[in-house]
């Protein structure tokens, strides 16, 4: 099983950008699919998350700014990031919670991370 977080880059302050999270190998099912960030020197933190039925949280960091949504059919993750701010700099990462083929419960999987930059 492996998650591939993509979408990052360079933007201004204001701007908007789109990360997505795939899902492949042998999936029987996927539960929780989150978002993490680490800044530099800083602790890594939540910022969405999302149920296999759509049930969303959000940091208060993010709140009205951040949207996460998924498709459970082709196993994929988004988070639409609008109006960024420089203190949102950091690398992203999917988590998600899923259960393999041939067993009965879930493990969390991390995708591999990508820059996100915001610039002032």
């Known amino acids: 099983v492996q998650l591939q977080a993509s979408g990052g880059g360079l933007v201004q302050a204001g701007g908007s950008l789109r990360l997505s999270c795939a899902a492949s190998?042998?999936?029987?099912?996927?539960?929780?699919m989150a978002w993490y960030r680490q800044a530099p020197g800083k602790q890594r933190e939540l910022v969405a998350t999302?149920?296999?039925?759509?049930?969303?949280n959000y940091a208060d960091s993010v709140k009205d700014r951040f949207t996460v949504s998924r498709d459970n059919m082709k196993k994929m993750a988004y988070l639409q990031m609008n109006n960024l701010k420089p203190e949102d700099t950091a690398v992203y990462y999917c988590?998600?919670?899923?259960?393999?083929?041939?067993?009965?419960?879930?493990?969390?999987?991390w995708g591999q991370g990508t820059q996100v930059t915001v610039s002032s």
């Open positions: 190998g042998s999936i029987f099912g996927i539960n929780v």
């Open positions: 999302i149920t296999s039925r759509g049930s969303t």
């Open positions: 988590n998600s919670e899923i259960m393999r083929f041939g067993t009965s419960s879930y493990s969390t999987y």
